[in-house]
């Protein structure tokens, strides 16, 4: 069955560290594979996606991500993190299929603290 | 911008009562989805639609009916409000089923208790 799994439930950086946020995924094919953030209190923004091509994808706010097929991983990171960047991140694969409509699979997300 | 509006930020409902959650997308999109998001369970799925009047359950459909009248708008039914449905509502919206590659589009989110 398709999974995904984001390993560390919180994590907290010093303001201008670098910063990983890790992605597993269970699929049985090609995934897409997407990063969302959500602020407090806010829905989920898109802030990069993978579909084919370069592994290495860049994507807004300064965040990159690497698909990594042989690791089934595809980890988010920033060089250098800032006090806004405080939010929940969760991590997506898709599609999968229920009668033929394509729908995402998401994590239980990563919450993220950032201290001055 | 794609934007997706949730009717409310915020709701409490009693124990029992019929509750109702709007969502509204301005890009006309196929699919629509309704999401229920909890503390270390991520967002799991409770129904979703790929046109109007068509709905697929999602994988915590109990307690729940959708609505989709119009391709725009698509409605989360609570027939009898429970407390265990206290949660974060989110619907979404992404383009045509056959374009494998579409992102979903997010609402800001209900944040409905029940009491």
């Known amino acids: 069955a398709q999974s995904v799994t984001q390993p560390d439930i919180h994590i907290t950086v010093s303001e201008g560290a670098s910063l990983e946020l890790r992605c597993n995924y269970s699929?049985?094919?090609?995934?897409?594979l997407f990063w969302y953030v959500q602020s407090p209190g806010q829905g989920l923004q898109l802030l990069l996606k993978?579909?084919?091509?370069?592994?290495l994808v860049q994507g807004i706010k300064g965040f990159e991500a690497e698909f990594k097929r042989s690791q089934s991983s595809f980890n988010l990171r920033k060089p250098s993190v800032h006090w806004s960047d405080a939010a929940e991140y969760f991590c997506?694969?898709?599609?999968?299929?229920?009668?033929?409509?394509?729908?995402?699979?998401f994590g239980a997300g990563t919450r993220l603290a950032v201290h001055p | 911008d794609v934007k997706v509006t949730q009717s409310s930020r915020y709701l409490v409902k009693r124990t029992g009562e019929k509750v109702f959650l709007e969502c509204v997308q301005d890009?006309?999109?196929?699919?629509m989805f309704w999401y229920r998001q909890d503390p270390g369970l991520g967002l799991r799925l409770i129904y979703f639609?790929?046109?109007?009047?068509?709905?697929e359950k999602g994988d915590i459909p109990e307690g729940y009916s959708v609505s989709r009248e119009k391709k725009e708008r698509f409605s989360l039914i609570l027939e009898s409000a429970s407390t265990n449905q206290t949660s974060m509502y989110l619907c979404?919206?992404?383009?045509?089923?056959?374009?494998?590659?579409?992102?979903?589009?997010f609402g800001q989110g209900t944040r409905l208790t029940v009491v």
């Open positions: 639609s790929y046109d109007v009047k068509m709905k």
């Open positions: 993978y579909f084919s091509g370069d592994t």
């Open positions: 699929y049985g094919a090609t995934p897409y």
């Open positions: 890009m006309d999109h196929e699919n």
């Open positions: 979404a919206s992404s383009g045509e089923s056959g374009h494998m590659n579409t992102e979903a589009f």
């Open positions: 997506a694969v898709g599609p999968t299929f229920s009668g033929g409509y394509n729908k995402l699979i």
